[in-house]
């Protein structure tokens, strides 16, 4: 599937879960997801969604698919983090802290290099 139509997946499901329809935006991921299961948006989309539902299970799930993905996106990284500390495990929660914010860092320190 081309990354546009992939990217307008993932914004509808955000738009329906900005109107409320949390239900509705998780289905359209899941469906989406069920065809292409290497789309690291929409793994973060759908850790989000599930994270805003109270549903730590799935939602930690949704963030360690995208994770093995990409092992070093900032964003998931943070989400996990988010995750682990609402289901109580102190230590994951600053193992993936600690990570994020050398991400962070790695990320900061490339942009100024390509500004200099």
Do not use: Y
């Not at 990354?3 to 239900?23: K, M, P, R, W, Y």
């Not at 973060?44 to 092992?71: F, P, T, V, W, Y």
Request: glycine share 6%.
């Amino acid at each position: 599937m081309p990354q546009d139509s992939s990217n307008n997946i993932v914004d509808q499901a955000v738009l329906h879960f900005t109107l409320g329809e949390e239900e509705k935006a998780e289905s359209l991921l899941l469906e989406f997801l069920s065809k292409n299961a290497n789309n690291l948006d929409a793994w973060r989309a759908l850790s989000e969604i599930r994270l805003a539902q109270k549903n730590m299970a799935g939602a930690e799930e949704a963030c360690r698919n995208a994770l093995s993905l990409d092992g070093d996106d900032l964003a998931s990284t943070v989400s996990l983090a988010r995750i682990l500390v609402a289901q109580g495990d102190k230590n994951g929660a600053e193992e993936a802290s600690a990570k994020a914010r050398i991400l962070g860092w790695k990320d900061e320190l490339a942009q100024n290099g390509e500004s200099a």
